[in-house]
């Protein structure tokens, strides 16, 4: 991940429900609207954001013009809809047009119309992004920085949306684990681990994906990662498979090249010093 697709993320986290302006959200101040876009969509593209887009340029479509021009008493479409496809008609134009539609009213008429194939948006221009849940889990589990050199030269703030941020996490998680009942012989306690698989199940899942994804005893992490990541926390992970190796039942190799997968698979693995354990053996 790039330092300033980073910081944008950060800076996401200090704003109210993890939902901020574009301007807001600008790694630096010397950032233009223009690259801070283009950013938003390429993290939107690994699904850490959800972007809230508004239509600056649109045209008709021509499924839009075949139903201007037909017989039809009753269109499928409201007056304001009718009006849209009126205005853009014959050429290319910006909803600023649509003097008959209340402004509040537009980008809801427009984003309809482009949903149903009526109209085309040419132009567009990101207002707002929210960090998915998917983001939430990639900074909380997953971001490894493979570059032990690189200076981030993060803000305090940043940091501090950070913190703040597993703090929020780990207290929600504290008030929603269900606590300890004690019990009268012979009966289980309510709160018990057993949700968690045990290390037999784990070697039992890593074969059953082996097989699933035909990686010949090769099995990428990120594979077993995906099935626990809801059971297990990244550090519960880890150790699990440590145990395994250390009872001699899996070995656990380096990734020697990081071409072939994305960033996110590549943060699946488990960052040692020099290297990245990546592929699970089954001795």
Not at 2 to 27: A, F, H, M, N, Q
Not at 65 to 87: F, R
Not at 264 to 271: K, T
């Amino acid at each position: 991940m790039e330092t300033k697709e980073l910081k944008v993320l950060l800076k996401l986290l200090g704003c109210e429900g993890y939902r901020g302006k574009l301007g807001e959200i600008k790694p630096n101040s010397k950032t233009t609207i223009a690259e801070a876009q283009s950013l938003c969509k390429k993290l939107a593209d690994r699904d850490l954001l959800e972007l809230t887009a508004e239509v600056t340029k649109f045209k008709i479509e021509p499924a839009g013009k075949t139903l201007l021009n037909s017989d039809i008493e009753d269109l499928p479409l409201s007056e304001e809809s009718i009006n849209v496809l009126n205005a853009c008609a014959e050429k290319t134009i910006q909803p600023s047009v649509l003097k008959k539609i209340l402004k509040e009213q537009r980008q809801t008429i427009l984003q309809d119309l482009v949903d149903r194939g009526f109209v085309k948006a040419v132009e567009s221009k990101i207002v707002s992004v929210t960090l998915t849940e998917r983001g939430k889990v990639f900074l909380r589990d997953e971001y490894v920085d493979m570059s032990t050199r690189r200076n981030l030269q993060l803000m305090a703030s940043q940091l501090t949306n950070y913190l703040q941020f597993m703090r929020t996490w780990l207290s929600d998680k504290s008030i929603s684990a269900t606590p300890s009942i004690p019990t009268t012989s012979g009966e289980k306690s309510l709160a018990t681990s057993a949700d968690k698989p045990t290390d037999d199940e784990i070697l039992a899942l890593i074969r059953k994906l082996d097989r699933e994804f035909n990686t010949d005893n090769y099995l990428p992490i990120y594979h077993l990662r995906a099935k626990l990541q809801p059971l297990m926390i990244r550090d519960e992970f880890d150790n699990a498979l440590y145990r395994l190796e250390g009872e001699d039942r899996i070995q656990l190799s380096s990734l020697q090249e990081a071409l072939h997968y994305t960033p996110e698979q590549v943060a699946a693995g488990i960052n040692q010093v020099n290297e990245i354990l990546f592929f699970i053996i089954v001795n």
